[in-house]
């Protein structure tokens, strides 16, 4: 089914579709690539589409730095109803008059959410508590107390107002509930909202624009035409890079911390930098710049993961 000769390995940029959970993505391309060694970053529901970051092979082993902590949605949500699910496909709760509601208070009450907020995490989610996940409580209809989590909204401008239904385009934290924001925005109108689309733009550096669909990944990969992976070293896009020596390649590879000495060039960067060690554009490590740390004499850099590279085709 797939084109690679080897076993697959970089970062995948899925267009989630709807109506699929992001497990469910993950199961399909454990067939599609024949591998079973694939994760995700920054879960969809069901109801989203778009950005989904998805590492396949050694990529899952970076997956803790690709939870981005900027995200952007563009989001369509409705006036006057909520729902027990926050989003269109749960249960409607209260509907309300719209009198008196118009774009320009709907803008104004969007403003108002710009910048570092409260927010409640909705009982159908997959947060857990006491070890069971709030959506399993809230289908056996229970409702637990949710302490408020601090995020923050960047950007949030409305592209469209036709009452009862406002489009959105939102730039926030990693872990902001859109669904909550639509409900939030609606009880601060008094007139209850609830999301009804919502897709992912981006998630960190990763867009839209780069993403592939699970159909048209699968035709590709039947083609024989260019594979759709992100090279490991292409994927940490925005890091700092050091290319290491033979010598450093080495020491690497025994898991000994190089020092700065054992790089091609020492890149510009402070203590606690956080970088990417490549050998001819190859990951080999992440690591630390930690020139003065006490806890290994050894080298100039805490190394973090490693990636061995055959030192004979240096």
């Known amino acids: 089914m797939n084109s690679f000769n080897a076993p697959p390995e970089g970062l995948l940029i899925i267009d989630k579709p709807a109506g699929m959970t992001s497990h469910s993505v993950v199961s399909r391309l454990r067939r599609v690539l024949n591998t ?5 970053a920054g879960t969809l529901d069901p109801l989203a589409t778009g950005v989904l ?14 939870v981005s902590d ?29 009198d008196g509601l118009d774009e320009c208070r709907v803008r104004r009450s969007a403003e108002s959410f710009v910048g570092t907020i409260q927010q409640i995490p909705p009982m159908y989610s997959a947060i857990k508590q006491n070890g069971m996940a709030l959506h399993k409580l809230a289908r056996k209809g229970i409702e637990v107390e949710r302490p ?11 592209i469209s107002c036709d009452l009862p239904r406002a489009v959105i385009d939102v730039d926030c934290s990693k872990g902001t509930y859109i669904r909550t924001l639509c409900a939030d925005l609606g009880e601060k109108l008094g ?39 992100i090279a490991p070293l292409e994927a940490l896009r925005g890091w700092v890079v050091g290319q290491v020596n033979a010598n450093g390649l080495q ?33 080999i490590a992440v690591a630390h710049f930690a020139p003065e740390r006490t806890r290994e004499t050894r080298g ?14 240096f």
Do not use: W
């Open 36 to 40: 079973r060694r694939i994760g995700h």
């Open 70 to 98: 900027h995200k952007s949605y563009r989001a369509e949500l409705q006036f006057g109803t909520t729902t027990d699910t926050l989003d269109r496909e749960g249960k409607i709760l209260e509907s309300f008059p719209l």
């Open 148 to 158: 408020p989590r601090t995020v923050t909204i960047t950007r949030l401008d409305v």
């Open 191 to 229: 007139v209850g909202a609830h999301l009804t689309e919502l897709r992912r733009l981006s998630s960190g550096p990763f867009t839209s624009a780069e993403a592939v669909g699970l159909d048209a990944l699968r035709e590709q990969l039947e083609s024989g035409g260019v594979s759709p992976l």
């Open 53 to 66: 970051v998805v590492a396949v092979g050694k990529m899952t082993r970076l997956l803790e730095f690709m």
């Open 300 to 313: 100039d850099f805490e190394l973090i993961k490693v990636f061995p590279r055959a030192t004979g085709t």
């Open 251 to 283: 020491k690497i590879n025994e898991g000994i911390p190089p020092t700065r000495d054992d790089l091609v060039s020492m890149p510009e960067c402070t203590p606690g930098t956080r970088l990417a060690l490549a050998c001819h554009d190859e990951l």
